[in-house]
Nanobody, 130 residues
Framework: QVQLVESGGGLVQAGGSLRLSCAAS????????MGWFRQAPGKEREFVAA????????YYADSVKGRFTISRDNAKNTVYLQMNSLKPEDTAVYYC???????????????????????WGQGTQVTVAS
């Protein structure tokens, strides 16, 4: 059974930093792109960042570009999200996600995740105080 377990969320002041981790189990995801999404209260879930299976390619939402960094350690089956210069609008539940089949295409990655062909973690709360 595949499990994605996020950790590292919490309360931080604006301008501060947090590092989220997502540990995967039940399958080795070293051949899969992985990503982070978030959902703020009353809003739709939105994409944050994604990383290719090798870690060589990354993709970010415009709202976090230059502030967040996604990385992965395939030996640990873990993906990370380093969040710097946090803003109150970054407040949300952050979810780790991976598609149910490997793909080298960002287009297909997003199609799989939108089409519910993905595994999701339970989420970790990030709250940024102003």
């Amino acid at each position: 059974q595949v499990q994605l377990v996020e950790s590292g969320g919490g309360l931080v002041q604006a301008g501060g930093s947090l590092r989220l981790s997502c540990a995967a189990s039940g399958r080795t995801f070293s051949s899969y792109a992985m990503g982070w999404f978030r959902q703020a209260p009353g809003k739709e879930r939105e994409f944050v960042a994604a990383i290719s299976w090798s870690g060589g390619n990354t993709y970010y939402a415009d709202s976090v570009k230059g502030r967040f960094t996604i990385s992965r350690d395939n030996a640990k089956n873990t993906v990370y999200l380093q969040m710097n210069s946090l803003k109150p609008e970054d407040t949300a539940v952050y979810y780790c996600a991976v598609p149910k089949k490997p793909t080298g295409s960002w287009t297909v990655f997003f199609e799989l995740m939108r089409g519910e062909y993905g595994y999701w973690g339970q989420g970790t709360q990030v709250t940024v105080a102003s």
